[in-house]
């Protein structure tokens, strides 16, 4: 695995007391553990365990509204080389929104994450 200079700082503030894994060219909803996507302009921690996403804004990037960790409802492509797209289900209590969805820019490199501690 190579890491440039702009992403290596990234993987170390994000892993914290775990490593990066293996890595795949794409994610799907089949698989389980911790996956990290990082995209040209943020990074995105799948759970596939708790079917959760969270996105963490890079540098200068634009902060949503889901952002915060959100229960994942489809990763329709989530693929290296390609834009990221998933669904996730409303907040608890949001009767009018049938789901939220995120398309990230393109996605640089998707590896396990291992080793993270859980709170």
Known sequence: ???????????????????????????TMDERGQWLALSQSSAHFFDLDS??????????????????????????????GERGEWTMHPLEGDHLTQFAWHISTEIAQIARVEGLVRR
């Open 1 to 27: 695995m190579t890491q440039d200079n702009e992403t290596f700082p990234l993987h170390g503030a994000l892993t914290g007391l775990g490593f990066l894994g293996e890595e795949r060219t794409e994610l």
């Open 51 to 80: 079917r959760r996403v969270t996105r963490i804004p890079g540098f200068q990037a634009i902060e949503f509204v889901t952002d915060p960790g959100r229960s994942l409802r489809s990763i329709d492509i989530c693929r290296v």
